[in-house]
């Protein structure tokens, strides 16, 4: 996902991580790295928007934590901390209570908070944490590694690799002993920061109405971290088969994962991905002044991202479908249609290659761009 994605919200583990990572050090008797923990933890509000229920429950886990192993205290630099996550946190705190219809919109020169026409509001509900459905689609996901998406993982290979999971199970079991050894001591466990992190992770994730792998992201360099911690763990046992087993298999798997990548897994991938699209839509733009219709999964996207489209054309001219997320119909010349649509009353399409057939048969000139196709009647002009 990582590599082949590029979503927003895989910036959000590594601003957690780093969040983490400071605070840490910070508990290790070098308070000034709250500073780094309170920014960092505040940044990753600005990388995915199911972190703003992640970063609250993880850190009233953390300060709770902090406080019975005694190793928090009351100081400038965690009043700076607390001060600079609050005035980072503060523009999305008026952004909910604007749309949640607690504030008015705020419009001004300095600072402006829209009133959206709808938000994503209700990905989250608590009916999950008592739903047994909720609890098998975590369980399944975090099993599989998979969530039928090939554009976040290989069902075959997972996330990082299937045979991984029983050994962040070893890693999880070795460091919690570790954990509750220190917790009767109430010292402090930098691998309770681990568990904290993912149990607040785990608890989100029930709350999400449907999980997929790219929703759960923050769950996943914790349990990495538990594996790396097992395996590490095989390497104290007496007998070294065990953990020279294991590093083998890691080597093999990751010849095998990398050879799929860049063979039949590339091909697969393209079927989300479609090459050609970017020459596609800007052969499309250049043909005609007419209306140009878009038949492609998240069609709008592409258009204003490959030509770069005047956001000033875009808000003057946008028509917007329907709820439940108002996604346009139409903005400038061009229409959004579903892919497969059977309709060609048109007389310029962008579509997918394997509906080449399809305007054949009914007239049309089609003009190949990889895995995609832009399809002219006749009388319209263009076409080869």
Known sequence: MLSRWALESNLAPAFLLFGLYFLSVALDRRPAFLLLSGAFFGLSLYSYAITW????????LLMAYALFTRTFQLSLYSIAAVVALFLLALPL?????VNQGWLPEIRNAVFSVPLMPQWRSNVLTTQGL?????????????VTQSDGYLYNSFPQ?????????????????????SVFSALRRRSF???????IQLLAGLLVCLLIDTVNVNR??????????????????????????VFQTVVAAYAVSFLAFAG???????????DHYRPGTREAIAYANELTDDTVI?????????????????????????VYKDPPYPNPASFGKFVFEDPGETETDGTVYIAQDEEAQAFLDAGFTVDTFDRMIVAIRPESGGGN
Do not use: W
């Open 53 to 60: 229920m992640v970063v609250p429950l993880m850190l009233a």
């Open 93 to 97: 705190l008026l952004f909910v209570a």
């Open 130 to 142: 008592v739903s047994l459905q909720s609890f098998y689609r975590l369980f399944d996901l975090l």
């Open 157 to 177: 290979f997972g996330l990082y690799y299937l045979f991984s999971l029983p050994l962040a199970l070893y890693g999880a079991v070795c460091s919690l002993k």
């Open 189 to 195: 466990s930098a691998e309770a920061l681990i568990h």
């Open 216 to 241: 759960s992201n923050f769950i996943y360099l914790p349990v990495i971290a538990l594996c790396a911690y097992g395996v590490r763990q095989l390497l104290l046992l007496p007998r070294k088969a």
């Open 260 to 270: 799929f990548y860049f063979g039949d897994g590339r091909k697969e991938l393209a």
């Open 294 to 318: 878009c038949r492609v999964e998240n069609g709008y996207i592409k258009v204003l991202y490959n030509l770069a489209y005047p956001v000033e054309e875009y808000r003057d001219t946008v």
